[in-house]
């Protein structure tokens, strides 16, 4: 039986991730030169695994960034996966709503309530949810068994949230800097059967040293493993934190900067 690797990536910085505002599907933000830099330095000094075709969600900052990770791959969208519609909240920040009525409610209901004009959390995982199975249905069907898929911060935590295994309650847990996700696991009877893909790893990984380089330039090699990007995260996949969920790391949950 075919087993697919599918490499979930969220994508580059943009100018409304580093001011810390909420930057949804309305908002078709580009990258701006700080995530172009950063994601260029990630795909310099690490290891992107190669693949046989790239999926984006259909937004500006997905497809810069499958051009910068993955340029010798054509990219195919993958309609659906375009983050949560923040309504009137969009482009404002969590310190700008704070005490107002609206986002209050938005945030004790767990985001349920929806603000005016935004999109309901219940038809944004519906419309997040359609829009993975049709790129796993391609994969399947095209026999493609390894992919990249590059999505928003706020579709990749809800996506693993769902359907990752092992389970994790608060999507938070999910969360990566950009330029960075994880690897997921299929095979059709486990997703056929329980609709489920295990979460194996972290990406990028390590680069493989070449062994004619070591000799007299030891020191530098040792060097560049301990010189990682600040924003970059441990492989393993388990993780612990606090499951309170304040403004900010709400708003980091749906794509705002970290």
Request: glycine letters at 8%.
């Amino acid at each position: 039986m075919l087993t697919y690797r599918l490499f979930i990536i969220r994508h580059g910085l943009t100018s409304g991730n580093l001011e810390g505002r909420y930057i949804g599907r309305k908002s078709d933000l580009p990258l701006c030169g700080e995530g172009k830099e950063e994601l260029q330095k990630l795909a310099e000094q690490f290891e992107y695994p190669d693949v046989k075709k790239v999926y984006s969600a259909p937004m500006k900052r997905c497809f810069e960034t499958a051009e910068i990770l993955y340029p010798n791959r054509l990219t195919q969208p993958a309609p659906g996966l375009e983050e949560y519609d923040f309504g009137v909240f969009e482009g404002h920040s969590p310190k700008e709503l704070a005490g107002t009525e609206m986002f209050v409610r938005w945030y004790e209901s767990g985001m349920k309530a929806a603000p005016e004009k935004a999109e309901s959390i219940t038809d944004f995982a519906q419309r997040v949810a359609d829009g993975f199975r049709a790129v796993v249905e391609d994969m399947m069907r095209e026999k493609i068994t390894t992919a990249a898929l590059i999505v928003p911060g706020g579709v990749l935590m809800n996506l693993l949230s769902v359907f990752g295994y092992p389970k994790r309650e608060n999507p938070m847990l999910w969360d990566a800097p950009a330029g960075t996700g994880y690897t997921a696991l299929l095979n059709a009877q486990l997703w056929q059967r329980d609709g489920v893909f295990e979460v194996y790893s972290r990406i990028p990984m390590e680069r493989e040293p070449d062994l004619n380089d070591w000799g007299e330039d030891v020191e530098d090699d040792e060097e560049f493993f301990q010189n990682l990007p600040k924003n970059y995260m441990a492989l393993d996949v388990e993780q612990t934190g606090d499951n309170t969920e304040t403004p900010e790391t709400m708003a980091r949950r749906m794509d705002s900067s970290q």
